[in-house]
């Protein structure tokens, strides 16, 4: 049985920081990082970018640590291998070949995985996800013959999707099942204001509606909606949501709540685990609450606090959480918590109409999250109000003022 001072279960962003931060602190202990992908480091960001699929950039270019970083650094990469059991109490691993891997010290940075359908004609040719660079690969390969595209769902890989799509030439059709586009995180106003870009570009929008059959032979050649509508289509691309696989951990004794349970240093419920990325639910110190946050910049830090604790220097994360994406000519970014739920304030600032608007979200007198279209350039400003905490529950008015600069609230 191999052995491993510290073992990083997943090669994602969040891993590769965590052995870089423990490289950086112990030179000697062995690494080594299992990961279920044969590739290593890469640019999932990257994967959802039109220029990256149309080709425009470098396919080299999705590669961020190659062979010699590994090997600079003495960490063992594993790749290929999904751990499937846990056994805390031996401080075992066990992999999908057969093999198990003892550890001193483990990281779970498995990520997440993508929601899969289940209707029929869902394992045809042409039905797509994008998780991996495998993903990416079949999606580039098929808009180079299909005609129709579909996407469904009504967030960011869906809205990223369409718009790569549309780019490469295609007929394209969004499916969501909710009322209007990135329900319930924006409001139907800004909901709108992303659904008119899309229109405007060409693209079909099909809401309140579900595909229930997929037909063809062996390839997609039509979509059946469940109010008996048909769609000619070659491509489909669902971006439906993700799931965790929590089963093998919660037989471990770990506890898993909507994701991995870690406290503000991603330290689980057992000693000797920590956890980062997509898969952990943290304690985030600056919204006081128990959040899950998958994107890269949070996954980047997370695993390098998860390394340092791993080698003996604890430190808390505390770190606003963000995402952005453009398409349709329309800059998108949700900062901190941007759901508006029950007892929280929410300010608008700008409008739809100007193609201009924000919602700032506050709870308790403070900046909590934010929506922003058209209006990214304040990202950095109200970013610094949710870290500092700044009571702004007189500020209201300037708040809502879309042409008051919210660098005045720092001061």
Same mark, same amino acid.
């Given at each position: 049985? +191999?052995?491993?001072?510290?073992?990083?279960?997943?090669? #994602?962003?969040?891993?590769?920081?965590?052995?870089?931060?423990?490289?950086?602190?112990?030179? &000697?202990?062995?690494?080594?990082?299992?990961?279920?992908?044969?590739?290593?480091?890469?640019?999932?960001?990257?994967?959802?970018?039109?220029?990256?699929?149309?080709?425009?950039?470098?396919?080299?270019?999705?590669?961020?640590?190659?062979?010699?970083?590994?090997?600079?650094?003495?960490?063992?990469?594993?790749? *290929?291998?999904?751990?499937?059991?846990?056994?805390? &109490?031996?401080?075992?691993?066990?992999?999908?070949?057969?093999?198990?891997?003892?550890?001193d010290k483990l990281l779970i940075a498995t990520g997440v995985n993508t929601r899969k359908i289940?209707?029929?004609?869902?394992?045809?040719?042409?039905?797509?996800?994008?998780?991996?660079?495998?993903? *990416?690969?079949?999606?580039?390969?098929?808009?180079?013959?299909?005609?129709?595209?579909?996407?469904?769902?009504?967030?960011?890989?869906?809205?990223?999707?369409?718009?790569?799509?549309?780019?490469?030439?295609?007929?394209?059709?969004?499916?969501?099942?909710?009322?209007?586009?990135?329900?319930?995180?924006?409001?139907?106003?800004?909901?709108?204001?992303?659904?008119? &870009?899309?229109?405007?570009?060409?693209?079909?929008?099909?809401?309140?509606?579900?595909?229930?059959?997929?037909?063809?032979?062996?390839?997609?050649?039509?979509?059946?909606?469940?109010? #008996?509508?048909?769609?000619?289509?070659?491509?489909?691309?669902?971006?439906?949501?993700?799931?965790?696989?929590?089963?093998?951990?919660?037989?471990?004794?770990?506890?898993?709540?909507? *994701?991995?349970?870690?406290?503000?240093?991603?330290?689980?419920?057992?000693?000797?685990?920590?956890?980062?990325?997509?898969?952990?639910?943290?304690?985030?110190?600056?919204? *006081?609450?128990?959040?899950?946050?998958?994107?890269?910049?949070?996954?980047?830090? +997370?695993?390098?606090?998860?390394?340092?604790?791993?080698?003996?220097?604890?430190?808390?994360?505390?770190?606003?959480?963000?995402?952005?994406?453009?398409?349709?000519?329309?800059?998108?970014?949700?900062?901190?918590?941007?759901?508006?739920?029950?007892?929280?304030?929410?300010?608008?600032?700008?409008?739809?109409?100007?193609?201009?608007?924000?919602?700032?979200?506050?709870?308790?007198?403070?900046?909590? #999250?934010?929506?922003?279209?058209?209006?990214?350039?304040?990202?950095?400003?109200?970013?610094?109000?949710?870290?500092?905490?700044?009571?702004?529950?007189?500020?209201?008015?300037?708040?809502?003022?879309?042409?008051?600069?919210?660098?005045?609230?720092?001061?």
């Amino acid at each position: 049985m +191999q052995g491993f001072k510290y073992l990083i279960i997943g090669g #994602g962003a969040a891993g590769v920081s965590a052995a870089d931060a423990i490289r950086q602190n112990n030179a &000697a202990g062995s690494i080594a990082i299992v990961s279920d992908e044969p590739y290593m480091l890469y640019s999932r960001v990257m994967l959802s970018k039109p220029n990256f699929f149309l080709g425009k950039v470098p396919f080299d270019q999705v590669w961020l640590k190659g062979e010699e970083w590994y090997k600079d650094k003495n960490i063992a990469f594993l790749g *290929g291998k999904t751990a499937t059991a846990l056994d805390v &109490a031996a401080k075992t691993v066990s992999l999908s070949n057969g093999d198990k891997i003892s550890y001193d010290k483990l990281l779970i940075a498995t990520g997440v995985n993508t929601r899969k359908i289940n209707i029929p004609g869902a394992d045809k040719k042409g039905v797509h996800y994008l998780r991996s660079l495998e993903d *990416g690969k079949a999606i580039m390969a098929g808009i180079k013959t299909a005609k129709h595209a579909v996407t469904v769902g009504g967030g960011f890989i869906g809205f990223e999707m369409a718009d790569l799509m549309q780019l490469a030439g295609l007929d394209t059709t969004v499916i969501i099942l909710e009322p209007y586009f990135w329900d319930p995180v924006l409001d139907e106003a800004g909901g709108l204001m992303i659904e008119r &870009a899309m229109q405007k570009a060409g693209v079909k929008i099909i809401k309140n509606a579900e595909i229930v059959e997929i037909t063809g032979d062996k390839a997609v050649n039509e979509i059946v909606l469940k109010d #008996g509508r048909r769609l000619p289509c070659e491509m489909i691309i669902y971006g439906i949501g993700t799931i965790a696989n929590l089963d093998w951990l919660k037989t471990a004794g770990l506890t898993t709540h909507r *994701g991995l349970v870690a406290n503000e240093f991603m330290e689980t419920s057992l000693p000797g685990v920590w956890t980062a990325g997509d898969i952990a639910e943290y304690k985030d110190l600056i919204l *006081g609450e128990n959040v899950v946050m998958g994107n890269w910049v949070s996954a980047h830090e +997370q695993g390098r606090i998860a390394g340092l604790g791993m080698a003996g220097k604890r430190q808390a994360f505390r770190f606003v959480s963000f995402y952005t994406t453009q398409g349709f000519d329309t800059r998108v970014a949700f900062v901190g918590d941007a759901s508006p739920s029950p007892g929280r304030v929410v300010i608008p600032r700008g409008s739809p109409e100007i193609g201009s608007y924000a919602r700032i979200i506050l709870a308790n007198g403070e900046v909590e #999250g934010a929506t922003l279209l058209n209006r990214t350039q304040e990202m950095g400003a109200i970013s610094k109000l949710i870290e500092r905490n700044i009571d702004v529950s007189a500020r209201h008015k300037e708040l809502g003022n879309a042409d008051f600069d919210l660098k005045k609230l720092l001061e």
